[in-house]
């Protein structure tokens, strides 16, 4: 049975920092890329970052690069993203997602899995 579980979501303030965690069961991380996604209220849900399943690509959104960091440790079947310098912008609920593809991914049309989401809320 495939899951994915996120954890590590919060409410910071902004400058302030929270590392995701997305723990996957059910398959390899050598065969699935797996990727960060967000909706805030009233907005699309948005792809944020992804990491291929040969850790040789990554992707990064525009309004978050330089600020978040995709990682992953296969040993522990479990995928980051770590969330400098945070925005109120960027609060949503984050959803791991996974694709069994090599390379990176972005569009919500390309995920075969889905996490149920955690809160990150940044405000003062």
């Known amino acids: 049975q495939v899951q994915l579980v996120e954890s590590g979501g919060g409410l910071v303030q902004p400058g302030g920092s929270l590392r995701l965690s997305c723990a996957v069961s059910?398959?390899?991380?050598?065969?699935?890329?797996v990727g960060w996604f967000r909706q805030a209220p009233g907005k699309e849900r948005e792809g944020v970052s992804c990491?291929?399943?040969?850790?040789?690509?990554?992707y990064y959104a525009d309004s978050v690069r330089g600020r978040f960091t995709i990682s992953r440790d296969s040993a522990k079947n479990t995928v980051y993203l770590q969330m400098n310098n945070l925005k109120p912008d960027d609060t949503a609920v984050y959803y791991c997602?996974?694709?069994?593809?090599?390379?990176?991914?972005?569009?919500?049309?390309?995920?075969?899995?889905w996490g149920q989401g955690t809160q990150v809320t940044v405000s003062s």
């Open positions: 997602a996974a694709a069994g593809r090599v390379g990176v991914f972005w569009e919500e049309a390309l995920v075969d899995y």
């Open positions: 059910g398959f390899s991380l050598d065969h699935y890329a």
């Open positions: 990491i291929s399943a040969t850790d040789s690509s990554i």
